[in-house]
């Protein structure tokens, strides 16, 4: 059978552009110009699917735009040392001034074995008491610490459930872990938010693991502590939750809730007001995870907009002994409220009606084939 070649166009026009993606047949080709030569492979990344040809060259390479995999422009294969991992190739010839393609590759897509990432593994709760998980979000310097008011009652809850409730608890300072912010993935596309999440994968020193560990494999109750800011929830607190967008696009690509069967509730400490607003925002984000509420679910602490003394703000957590107690009974609420969860049918997630972000839309494009 004789070979097929398509026309992609004039060779003047096609060199202008150091790297795009162009239709061969069906599939999609991403055409590359470097040094008076002409590459083509598949623009489909082995990874997760990018389009390689929305990439970037680096010396010879292709650099997938959403995770960096690299392939060589010409032959496809991976970088050195990853040469298993390959994309197809294409051959080209020039007639005529213009570039021809042939229309099935002339190598084929290899992948090398990767073993999953430990925190891919099924989503199940081991035997035992009930898990209090602990966050603290408050920002200070490392070498002056100070006394952090939110903090102050979340490990009074979490020493109160050991007491007299028997649980497992976990305290993450959330400060002392090294992690990175959201770099943004999502915005590429939805696909391209991995769970668990992209940089975790990629940067083994990234400490968000411990987090995601935390969280999704081990809790049964999630207590978050967070300052005011700003009439807002800290910084930390919000770097945190944009790396835990991966968790929830599981539910809008996979449907797969991981946090279904975890009760959640917040302490929300600060010299300034806007409990509200602060409680409002942290309910509605750990709500689209999925995760279940007790009555009452979180406790607050203002003095109001005009209390600029923090110093008095402090003493009076410090000597409240209703706090305290108030510390005491959410995480007792929340303790009850994954005790209905363990082992029954509160937190199983049917598939979601339409609506809903985590339903899955029907019409999304599919990735394209090479």
């Known amino acids: 059978m004789a070979e097929e070649w398509i026309d992609l166009g004039p060779v003047e026009t096609l060199r202008t ?34 389009p390689l040809g929305d990439g970037r060259l680096d010396g010879e390479y292709l650099v997938c735009p959403w995770h960096y995999w690299k392939f060589h422009r010409s032959s496809g294969r991976g970088e050195p040392g990853y040469e298993a991992d390959a994309v197809p190739s294409y051959a080209l010839r020039e007639e005529n ?6 229309a099935q590759p002339v190598s084929k897509r290899s992948r090398a074995p990767h073993p999953p990432h430990a925190l891919a593994r099924d989503v199940k709760r081991e035997p035992g008491p009930v ?8 920002l200070m310097s490392a070498m002056e610490p100070r006394y ?32 990175r912010h959201c770099e943004g993935f999502y915005s590429k596309s939805a696909r391209a938010c991995t769970w668990p999440c992209s940089i975790t994968q990629m940067d083994p020193d990234d400490q968000m693991d411990r987090i995601y560990e935390g969280v999704v494999h081990w809790a049964d109750v999630i207590l978050v502590a967070t300052p005011i800011r700003w009439g807002a929830p800290s910084s ?5 939750a944009e790396r835990m967008n991966c968790i929830q696009n599981q539910q809008t690509i996979a449907n797969r809730n991981l946090l279904g069967n975890k009760a959640v509730g917040f302490i929300i400490t600060g010299g300034q007001d806007n409990v509200q607003a602060v409680a409002g925002q942290m309910l509605m984000f750990f709500a689209e995870l999925g995760c279940q509420f007790p009555q009452y679910p979180f406790i607050a602490h203002s ?22 107690a108030a510390a005491a009974g959410l995480v007792e609420r929340c303790r009850a409220m994954a005790e ?24 999304r494009a599919r990735a394209p084939r090479a």
């Open 17 to 50: 552009q150091e790297l795009q993606t162009v239709a061969v047949g069906a599939s999609r080709v991403a055409l590359s110009y470097r040094d008076g030569r002409f590459g083509a492979v598949s623009n489909t990344c082995n990874h997760v699917g990018g």
């Open 97 to 102: 001034g213009h570039l021809l393609i042939s």
């Open 131 to 138: 898990r209090v998980l602990g966050l603290s979000t408050t």
């Open 148 to 179: 952090s008011t939110s903090e102050a009652l979340l490990r009074h809850a979490l020493e109160h459930s050991a007491a007299t409730a028997g649980c497992a608890t976990q305290f993450i300072r959330v400060q002392d872990l090294n992690f």
């Open 236 to 240: 930390l607190y919000q770097k945190m």
């Open 303 to 324: 003095r109001g907009w005009s209390a600029e003394d923090m110093e008095n703000n402090m003493r009076e957590v410090r000597e409240s002994d209703e706090l305290r």
């Open 340 to 363: 209905l969860s363990i082992g029954g049918a509160l937190g199983r997630s049917p598939r979601l009606p339409g609506g809903r972000k985590a339903h899955r839309d029907t019409g």
